[in-house]
Nanobody, 116 residues
């Protein structure tokens, strides 16, 4: 009933930038929080950034000052602007949408590779 689709991943050199987008559609009554998670090979999935419908934002310590999350509430779309990318940012980035009833909806993920 709910579809979450990410886009914008790709290959970028260290110090470069990428902008990820995520759009949720389908039978969604109300989305509260939207966020980005990432999982590198052999590592556990971790929170990158999240934003609530009221605009409250939470960033992982490792991306503070480099990444910016934003959203369009009306379109249930969230963005992640990633600047000054590092090798350590290489991972599959997943979008998660959480409804006000605490239901979670995940995207398929988009690969971000930072390499020289």
């Amino acid at each position: 009933q709910v579809q979450v689709v990410e886009s914008g991943g790709g290959l970028v050199q260290p110090g470069g930038s990428l902008r990820l987008s995520c759009a949720a559609s389908g039978s969604i009554f109300s989305i509260d929080a939207m966020g980005w998670y990432r999982q590198a090979p052999g590592k556990q999935r971790e929170l990158v950034a999240a934003i609530t419908s009221s605009g409250r934002i939470n960033y992982a310590e490792s991306v503070k000052g480099r990444f910016t999350i934003s959203r369009d509430n009306a379109k249930n779309t969230v963005y992640l602007q990633m600047n000054s990318l590092k090798f350590e940012d290489t991972a599959v980035y997943y979008c998660r949408c959480t409804s006000i009833s605490d239901d979670n909806y995940w995207g398929q993920g988009t690969q971000v590779t930072v390499s020289s």
